[in-house]
Each structure stands twice: as C-alpha cells, then as structure tokens.
Nanobody, 115 residues
Framework: QVQLVESGGGLVQPGGSLRLSCAAS????????MGWYRQAPGKQRELVAA???????NYADSVKDRFTISRNNAESTVYRQMNSLKPEDTAVYYC?????????WGQGTQVTVSS
C-alpha cells in the first residue's frame, strides 16, 4: 500500500511562487511515474505535470515555462515549483503515483492565487 502526503499549498498573490511537495511511502516510488493533477471548482481534474522514473517530464500547455516537476528517489519525494502564478491556477492540487496497474492519489492541497 502506498500513501502520498502533499504539502506546500496556500494563498499567493498573482505573479508569486509556491513549491509543492509529495512524500510517498512504500518501496515502488523510484519505479513509478509521478504526476500532479489539479481540479478547479466546477471543472474536471486535469494533468498538470508528470515525471517518469528516468526523469523525463511532460507538462500541460497552460503551465509550460512556469511550472517545474522534479523528484528525489532517495527521499521518495516529488516536487513541483510553480512560478508566475495566475488566478486561473487556483485549484486543489493532487499528487498521483502510477506503477504498472497500480495507482494512488494524495489527499490534495489547496492553492489559491489572489490579490
């Protein structure tokens, strides 16, 4: 069983930055694809960024050049640095782990971008 614990959300002004972290339990982290999803009120959950076990990354067009996903396999942690935040980035952000046919979600962390 894998548990994902997110941290780092909060309130930030437009143009500001936040760094989210997601710590995973269990032994499959280094083999897994890690992703960050977000869900805004009234909208479907969408993939924001993902990183493979080998470090290849993929980003949604809406966050390219502003968000960076990274991972530390030794600490079983995935990070997301968010810069130049916009009000439309306001959402609950979820950490996701996928390994073969297994997948797990974190509990979500709120990010609010507002002046």
């Amino acid at each position: 069983q894998v548990q994902l614990v997110e941290s780092g959300g909060g309130l930030v002004q437009p143009g500001g930055s936040l760094r989210l972290s997601c710590a995973a339990s269990g032994s499959i982290f280094s083999l897994a694809v890690m992703g960050w999803y977000r869900q805004a009120p009234g909208k479907q959950r969408e993939l924001v960024a993902a990183i493979t076990s080998g470090g290849s990354t993929n980003y949604a067009d809406s966050v390219k050049d502003r968000f960076t996903i990274s991972r530390n396999n030794a600490e079983s942690t995935v990070y997301r640095q968010m810069n130049s935040l916009k009000p439309e980035d306001t959402a609950v952000y979820y950490c996701h782990l996928r390994y073969r046919l297994e997948y797990y979600w974190g509990q979500g962390t709120q990010v609010t971008v507002s002046s």
